[in-house]
């Protein structure tokens, strides 16, 4: 094998291997983006119900007085 296509074999060699590389990186970052962005979506909707939820004693509230009331009678 000449010398010129050992160099031309090892360029080759290095330029798959930093595709390679570059592949692996982005599907990391992809992966990485994807599950922040989930769990981001999940604090969101954990917070909505807890706000859904402060107007809710009173209606429980209210409930309850009229569970009560019937008792009573």
């Not at 296509?5 to 570059?22: D, F, H, M, N, W």
């Not at 954990?46 to 008792?71: G, M």
């Amino acid at each position: 094998m000449s010398e010129q296509r050992v160099l031309v074999l090892q360029k080759s060699l290095i330029g798959t291997c930093a595709l390679a590389a570059l592949i692996l990186l982005v599907s990391f970052y992809s992966v990485v983006h994807a599950a922040v962005d989930r769990a981001a979506r999940h604090r969101v909707a954990a917070e909505a119900p807890a706000a859904a939820t402060a107007h809710a004693p009173s209606a429980q509230h209210a409930n309850a007085a009229a569970l009560v009331a019937r008792i009573g009678n």
